[in-house]
């Protein structure tokens, strides 16, 4: 085990080096960052003067390698627009992110599991076909769609739920917790059913092929020869044994969904990092951007890393190497 979360953690640092390298790549040839930081009227000199102080002045080998040492350190520079550390701006969005997210797949999965083993179990039947039928509309669908129709049809037409914003929030460990409210749930509702919809017909599809192909194993069958109930050999025979693709399908919609709600937070005008992304875009703010971009690329190799542990709890066969 020592071996292998050596081998991973040495992965791990040689993906997030070549994304680094891509981002500082990205973010050199996407406008000049100098006429962020000085007036219009600006002079030739103060541009230049600014352009030293920034040092965009040296060549591309000494920016990347101050910009590297920056990353290690912990330095991502200030917001152009905000004055303040981008590392802070992008960390007091997350939580906001995170729990809409979390949300979200919770719903995900109470539906999609026991739907999809139901529609494994019984794949003619008129219900399961229903089902496969809703899990492709919920893959169609485009999401911008999905978030206006429930606005129009649960904030507008209905007034039962907030079209906007996260609602009332409570402190927990320093954090701004909106999940701690009911006021926060009342919010949070309609975004979570509008990023939740897309993996729960994913999750769904996927569950119900793992259901199909391990019901034609012999354990299955031996399993119901021994007298075990339907729900003991599709749960606890079946079901474990299907989870290996779901658990990984899973991690990567999880990170795809904390690092791209930008959407959806649009929106419904959630204050998450997705909408912080898109003002910092439009507005050409780098240190904001590069933060982001570094930490959706640590939030995706720290989920692939733990979905690869999930592995062996869920079969032991399994072996790290």
Do not use: C
């Not at 917001?79 to 992008?90: D, E, G, K």
């Not at 999940?179 to 926060?184: A, E, F, K, M, N």
């Not at 570094?294 to 190799?301: P, S």
Request: hydrophobic share 55%; net charge positive.
């Amino acid at each position: 085990m020592l071996g292998y979360l050596l081998k991973r953690l040495i992965q791990m640092t040689l993906v997030l080096w070549v994304v680094s390298v891509i981002v500082f790549m990205m973010m050199s040839f996407t406008g000049d960052p100098v006429f962020m930081v000085v007036p219009i009227d600006a002079t030739d000199a103060e541009i230049a003067q600014a352009r030293r102080l920034l040092g965009l002045d040296q060549s591309i080998l000494v920016q990347y390698w101050k910009f590297l040492t920056s990353l290690l350190q912990g330095d991502f520079g200030r917001s152009y627009v905000f004055r303040q550390p981008a590392m802070t701006l992008i960390l007091e969005r997350m939580p906001a992110t995170v729990e809409m997210v979390l949300v979200a797949m919770a719903m995900a999965i109470v539906v999609a599991i026991p739907l999809g083993v139901y529609a494994g179990a019984n794949p003619d039947g008129r219900i399961s076909r229903t089902i496969m039928a809703g899990s492709l509309l919920g893959i169609s669908l485009p999401g911008f769609w999905v978030g206006m129709v429930l606005i129009y049809v649960f904030a507008v037409s209905w007034g039962v739920f907030p079209s906007s914003g996260r609602g009332d929030t409570a402190e927990l460990f320093g954090l701004r917790i909106s999940l701690l409210t009911w006021d926060g749930w009342h919010h949070i509702i309609l975004p979570a059913v509008t990023l939740s919809l897309g993996t729960m017909a994913i999750l769904l599809r996927m569950t119900r092929a793992g259901m199909m192909e391990v019901g034609r194993q012999d354990y299955m069958k031996f399993a119901r020869a021994k007298g075990a109930t339907r729900r003991d050999v599709l749960y606890k025979h079946g079901l474990k044994n299907a989870l290996i693709p779901v658990v990984t399908i899973f991690g990567l919609q999880l990170g795809d969904l904390i690092a791209f709600a930008t959407i959806t937070e649009t929106i419904f005008s959630w204050p998450g990092m997705g909408k912080l992304l898109i003002d910092s875009i439009y507005r050409a703010d780098r240190p904001v951007i590069v933060v982001y971009l570094m930490l959706v690329a640590l939030i995706f190799v720290v989920i692939n890393f733990l979905v690869d542990i999930v592995y062996t709890l869920i079969d032991p066969r399994i072996t790290l190497k």
